[in-house]
């Protein structure tokens, strides 16, 4: 499907086991430039830990993992340069300002004020910025965060659930965000999240994750189409069910 | 993990956790304003309580002769001088079924008759009760000696003129009674010169100082619990630990935001400590603040830093692999308990006199070298107060280093919770 030198994300045979629990259970993925990739999956399936291995928080128990041809785990520093990672239920420090989230993560990464700027511009915030975010909203807190990773404008963008827990408003505000910044930079976004529209909207290409395996994956188009279903969501509910009998 | 760790990464963070500190007013009034405020209360609560509640003294003359009523009159003035409030009652029963009464003088039948004739000693009977004023009682039966052995000395004085008339000599009253006599001991400090107030004073300052290291350790677990623990529960950690930020500037810049916050509080607590004993130093007739000794306050600072660092690079490794703020506390509570038990002992004991392998078993715990510090400055032995602190501060290095070297990111975001 990819050319070697097009493959920004790979991930082959990732295992993940805290103890007797197994997280994943050889997880095989390929991401190219400029893709935005989407992880759905029901609860414990595995997206965050997929995400937590390739944002390099996490050690994969096996398999190896590239980002650019870097290990993101064994070699951190070297990866932080390409990946921005949005947990899914990331929060914010009550007792500082937008700005000044924008000013501590632009100073970690050690990036000029221009990138303040541009933060500032994605999160939408406006004068609100200068607020304290106790008093944000939801919605508005996830604007800044998702302005805190996107900021530095990474080449690869890793978001885990981005819009969970937003009103409509708030989800097509964060939707609309990543979708522009897709378009201006180029960049390669894995999103998970449970919202089949909010997929089918983003998303070039998707995989449908379950009990710790990708057991399907294409176009939203194409899975539509390959399981003989009316929409995404009925095409996963198909996909689980094939894969249940024949492997259970 | 390499060894090298980025500084200005570290500065920024830092920022980020004082800036978040100074915003929290309501941990700069529980842990700058409030200190002081409660201690200053404390002492200034327990002293008007003492006002208005003074011991009761009863006083019971069961004899009618002339030496024991000028005993009653004496002991009932000087106490009520005193500021004892004394009821002279007609007998012990009645005294003793009355709680009120704190203790009780007697002065029983027969005692102008013994206390007057040559072969024969009159005797004074004192009753105290058990209490929790256990303290004010001994104060109290003191004072009480006190004006007995000032009678007893008027009689014994008579008794020797009379004595000296019949015999028809020229005496000294003093040189019959009491021969051999104590000066008035002198002071001299560790050089071995007349020591001045403060060289008197410098040693309970710093056993004070000693104690107050135990308000320290407490809060500096607190905070470090509530930096990493709590940034981990309130969902802001994971970004941080998937930045360049990485593990170990976040964890030294705890740290040291831990210690700056600690060293503040434990110095607040330590001004309401001496506002408190100068409070109570005030209401016994004394006076504590004229002998302040900067450099020893200077030292206390920085081994209380570090004696923060320490105490938190031997939590961490426990802290960061706890679920909850609530077991993080738990954990840490072992180590602080530690501390305690050192600055307790160092309250007492002496550390810089004891022998030699007594104090190389103890200098394994870095709480050691704190005490030393201090002690070994009131003893003007400076180059065990460097060599004290530079092993403070290695230890304080090493155990911060250490600490963070057996945590990943993996371990101090997930510690034990996993989410699929």
């Not at chain 1, 089949?196 to 994750?209: A, F, H, K, N, S």
């Amino acid at each position: 499907m990819f050319l070697l030198g097009d493959i920004t994300v790979s991930a082959e045979s990732v295992y993940k086991e805290y103890g007797s629990i197994v997280a994943l259970r050889g997880v095989t993925l390929k991401v190219g430039p400029g893709e935005i990739y989407g992880l759905v999956g029901p609860n414990g399936s595995g997206k965050t830990t997929l995400l937590r291995i390739l944002a390099g928080i996490v050690k994969p128990t096996r398999g190896v993992v590239k980002i650019y041809g870097y290990d993101p785990y064994r070699e951190f520093e070297e990866t932080r340069k390409y990946i921005g990672y949005l947990p899914e239920d990331a929060n914010t420090y009550d007792l500082l300002s937008g700005y000044e989230h924008l000013k501590l993560y632009a100073k970690i990464y050690g990036l000029s004020r221009d990138a303040v700027e541009y933060g500032a511009e994605l999160s939408q915030l406006g004068e609100r910025l200068r607020d304290h975010a106790s008093t944000y909203s939801r919605g508005m807190k996830r604007r800044l965060l998702l302005a805190l990773v996107l900021m530095r404008r990474p080449m690869i963008a890793l978001l885990d659930e981005p819009t969970s827990g937003l009103d409509v408003y708030a989800s097509v505000a964060v939707r609309n965000t990543i979708r522009k910044y897709t378009q201006e930079t180029g960049a390669t976004v894995i999103v998970s999240s449970h919202n089949m529209l909010e997929i089918e909207y983003l998303c070039t290409r998707v995989g449908l994750i379950y009990k710790g395996v990708i057991v399907d994956e294409g176009s939203p188009r194409e899975l539509v189409v390959k399981h003989g279903a009316s929409n995404l969501e009925e095409a996963f509910v198909k996909a689980i069910g094939e894969y249940s009998s024949e492997y259970q | 993990m390499s060894i090298a760790v980025n500084t200005s990464r570290i500065i920024v963070f830092l920022w980020k956790e004082l800036r978040e500190y100074t915003r929290d007013k309501k941990a700069i009034i529980s842990t700058v304003i409030l200190p002081p405020l409660a201690l200053i209360a404390i002492g200034l609560v327990t002293v008007l309580l003492a006002i208005q509640k003074p011991l009761v003294i009863s006083l019971i003359n069961e004899d009618r002769g002339d030496v024991a009523l000028q005993l009653s009159t004496m002991l009932a003035s000087e106490l009520t001088k005193a500021g004892y409030k004394v009821l002279e009652l007609g007998n012990l029963t009645e005294a003793r079924l009355n709680p009120q009464i704190d203790l009780i003088v007697i002065i029983p039948q027969g005692f102008t008759d013994n206390a007057t004739s040559w072969d024969r000693v009159a005797h004074v009977r004192i009753y105290k009760r058990t209490g929790i004023s256990g303290e004010q009682i001994d104060m109290a039966e003191n004072r009480v000696r006190g004006v007995l052995a000032a009678f007893s000395s008027l009689i014994s004085a008579q008794k020797i003129s009379e004595l000296a008339k019949m015999a028809n000599i020229t005496i000294n009253i003093d040189a019959v009674r009491n021969p051999i006599q104590v000066e008035v001991p002198v002071y001299v400090s560790v050089h071995g010169e007349p020591a001045k107030v403060e060289d008197v004073w410098r040693p309970f300052i710093a056993r004070l100082l000693i104690l107050s290291f135990s308000f320290i350790v407490t809060p500096a677990a607190t905070y470090v619990i509530d930096g990493i623990v709590g940034e981990r529960e309130r969902k802001t950690m994971e970004m941080l630990i998937a930045s360049p930020l990485g593990v170990r500037e976040f964890i030294v810049a705890k740290t040291i935001a831990a210690s700056i916050v600690g060293l503040i509080s434990a110095l607040s607590d330590l001004l309401g400590l001496y506002l408190y004993t100068t409070t109570l130093a005030y209401m016994i007739g004394s006076f504590i603040l004229g002998v302040i000794d900067p450099g020893l306050i200077f030292l206390h600072a920085t081994v209380s830093f570090l004696t923060i660092i320490a105490t938190i690079s031997l939590s961490l490794p426990f802290i960061s692999r706890t679920r909850g703020i609530k077991s993080a506390s738990s954990v840490a509570s072992i180590i602080t308990t530690l501390g305690l038990a050192f600055y307790i002992a160092g309250w007492v004991v002496d550390f810089y006199k004891l022998p030699i392998t007594t104090r190389i078993a103890l200098l394994l715990v870095p709480y050691t070298h704190s005490i030393m510090a201090i002690q070994a400055y009131v003893y003007s032995d400076y180059t065990l107060v460097a060599l004290c602190t530079l092993v403070l501060l290695i230890l304080s290095i090493l155990l911060v280093y250490a600490s963070t070297k057996i945590l990943d990111r993996e371990k101090v975001l997930l510690a034990q919770t996993y989410y699929t």
